[in-house]
């Protein structure tokens, strides 16, 4: 049976030449980077290559670099670490309600001990207001976090207006960058941040490696404690093979952004097209027509629910916008932000495209909905 992968904001296979640039650190090459000898001075190079290649993706210096095991860890040093290190100058912070978990979960941990957390809402698009940012400010906000790129709907949120504002009101702005690196321009002045986070499996490398960017000057309480690894930013002997794997991963983003983008916007907005034309009014776009992530389609298909949709589908992978929980449905909580409404985000489908999705695979996509959907 034939299967087409839609599901790239879920993970990505690692790029062969990822594969390849990590492997000999799974073998030979295996030492300590903390060792004097060479086996540990081979390590350290390595490391420090990958701290560079990182740091070209998003236009840092490379000491601004911290790695991490993913996304959550390193929305989780930025949330908690923030709010530990400033507690004695504020302790309020705001966000917003279509966040991935990996910062809602922090947030609502801050709140268990006493701290004060805002979750803006969006608009239809699902946007952020800048007006609404500035307007939840308080003399004691110390942190501003909200994601560049929704990870459902993959809309663009405007974080260089509000790291503009956050950082005249002398605030710290942090972004989750998992899923808009690698796919658009992430430059870190251009956004106008001190914290950004990023997940290699986004984008080609592994799973259970990220980056955490941290701002000159930008001082807060590491997540894990323990020896001076990472410029004592974050303790635990370096993972080699996933730290180079990563580096390579954001190389290849760099130089491949261009045209990565054009190849998924041209198949997104064709199979769009095609799924509008085979549905009609019963076919609802879910989030910004414009300022979006390339790659991303969230729709939803009126008159169905999405997990009965895919069911019929077994050879296409892609993700619902809703859960059956005990024959009970529920939608997700951005569609929810969003006000979409139940009878539309029952049956939200999101398909993410990436660099091996061919003209064929949404082919194969619409003839299958022609054939078990719409028969």
């Known amino acids: 049976m034939k299967r ?62 911290v ?17 530990f290190t400033l507690r004695q100058q504020g302790y309020h912070v705001i966000t917003t309600t279509i966040e991935h978990s990996a910062v809602i979960s922090p947030c609502q941990f801050l709140e268990r001990l006493g701290f004060f957390v805002t979750y803006l809402p969006v608009d239809r698009n699902g946007m ?55 796919k658009i321009p992430v430059r870190v002045d251009d956004l106008n941040v001190d914290l950004l986070t990023l997940a290699g499996h986004k984008f080609y490398a592994p799973k259970g490696v990220g ?64 799924l509008k034309k085979m549905f009609g009014d019963k076919l609802h776009l879910n989030g910004h027509p414009t300022e979006r992530v390339p790659n991303t389609l969230n729709v939803s298909f009126e008159g169905y629910t999405a997990p009965e949709l895919l069911q019929k589908l077994p050879e296409v992978a892609a993700s619902t916008g809703s859960a059956c929980h005990a024959a009970s449905l529920e939608m997700s909580h951005v569609l929810k932000s969003m006000g979409v ?8 489908v999101r ?5 091996w999705t061919t003209t064929g695979d949404i082919d194969y996509l619409l003839e299958l909905l022609q054939l078990h959907v719409l028969k």
């Open 351 to 355: 398909f993410s495209l990436g660099q």
């Open 211 to 274: 980056a955490f960017y941290i701002r000159r000057g930008v001082e807060i309480d590491p997540l894990i404690h323990g020896a001076s690894h990472e410029s004592g930013r974050r303790a635990g002997t370096e993972n080699v093979p996933l730290i180079v794997a990563l580096g390579k991963a954001c190389e290849l983003a760099t130089d491949e952004l261009d045209s990565r983008y054009a190849h998924v916007v041209t198949l997104r907005d064709y199979l769009y097209d095609n």
């Open 128 to 182: 952020v207001s800048v007006r609404d940012v500035e307007a939840a400010i308080r003399p004691t906000t110390i942190l501003i976090s909200i994601m560049h790129a929704n990870n459902e709907t993959g809309v663009i949120q405007p974080v260089a207006e509000i790291g503009k504002l956050a950082r005249s009101r002398g605030i710290l702005m942090h972004t989750d960058a998992a899923q808009s690196a690698g």
């Open 67 to 83: 790695f991490t095991s993913g996304g959550s860890e390193s929305n989780n040093t930025a949330i908690k670490g923030v709010a």
């Open 341 to 348: 409404p139940e009878r539309v985000g029952y049956g939200a």
């Open 4 to 65: 087409v992968y839609l599901d790239y904001n879920a993970t990505t296979p690692v790029d062969p030449r990822v594969a390849e640039a990590m492997w000999p650190y799974l073998q030979e090459l295996f030492g300590n980077p903390s060792s004097l000898h060479t086996f540990g001075v081979n390590a350290k190079q390595a490391v420090e290559t990958a701290r560079a290649q990182v740091a070209g993706l998003i236009g840092s210096h490379a000491d601004e670099i």
